[in-house]
């Protein structure tokens, strides 16, 4: 296996992008840390994880506290030996115009999908640096390259992201820690076709969520279909095999952002 004994880390791993994202990672020889606010969920990923004959633990964070993410990373070392990959992917939308958006709603998203990603970083870069190797692979969005209606604050949280993973990467760029940033474009998780998602916001007059969801697919993505958990989970692996690059932000998005 190409990364066979290496560690990852995947926040926000409990479902969704950060369930295939550590998946993909396992199937590639990684045992891995779930982290996620919902721990249960994430107990349920690193059981799966588990069947597929790889060490898995399970950790409650919340990526917006610093002392949870310190002991996240600590339990990591501590119990799977290393952290070796790290995917910074916990997230959270909103879908709100900028009137209708209240400071607290911008704080939230700000919170969790920018501040998250600088403290997990910021708690995983030394242990990378003592042993002279490490992946950091933050999950920004196209949404980090092009703004959305709606969107403002999720937009201005992702394009953080990406300026982060940039300057990072030329921070680190003499030791042997590459960052990334994965750009995922549409994927049916709960952001899009939950109660709350993009699909029945986007819902047209007498228009199922369904119907919504297919429209939107097929108007948005040049290639007409959604992209999948393993689509992400496939840049990933390639991220933590590839020595030379770094500070990409990298766009899995069936060419929404040619
Ligand atoms: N689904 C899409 O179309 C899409 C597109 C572009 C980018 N993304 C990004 O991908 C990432 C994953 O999104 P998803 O679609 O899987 O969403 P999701 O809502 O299905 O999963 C997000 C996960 O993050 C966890 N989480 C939320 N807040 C947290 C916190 N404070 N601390 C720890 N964990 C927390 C949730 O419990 C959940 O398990 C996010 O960063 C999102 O912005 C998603």
Known sequence: ??????????????????????????????????????????????????????????V???????????????KTIKELGSLDIAVNNAG???????EELSEEDWD???DVNAKGVFLCSKAEIPHMKEQNWGRIINVASIAGKQGFPDLAHYSASKFAVVGFTNALAKELAKTKITVNAICPGII????WYGDKGLANK?????????????????????????????????????????????????????????
Not at 14 to 34: Q, V
């Open 92 to 98: 959270v939308i909103s879908i709100k115009s900028v």
């Open 108 to 110: 939230h998203v700000l």
């Open 1 to 58: 296996m190409k990364l066979d004994g290496k560690v990852a880390l995947v926040t926000g791993g409990g479902r969704g992008l950060g369930e295939g994202i550590a998946k993909k990672l396992a199937e590639a020889g990684c045992n891995i840390a779930i982290a996620d606010i919902d721990l249960d969920n994430a107990k349920k990923v690193a059981e799966d994880i588990k069947k597929m004959g790889r060490k898995a633990i399970a």
């Open 60 to 74: 409650k964070v919340d990526v917006t506290k610093w002392e949870q993410v310190k002991s996240m990373v600590n």
């Open 202 to 258: 986007w819902k047209g007059e007498k228009e199922s969520m369904e119907e919504s969801w297919q429209r939107n697919q097929e108007s948005l993505i040049p290639q007409g279909v959604a992209q999948t958990p393993e689509d992400m989970g496939g840049l990933a692996v390639y991220f933590a095999t590839a020595p030379h690059v770094t500070g990409q932000a990298v766009a899995v998005d069936g060419g929404m952002t040619l």
């Open 188 to 191: 049916g998780t709960q952001m």
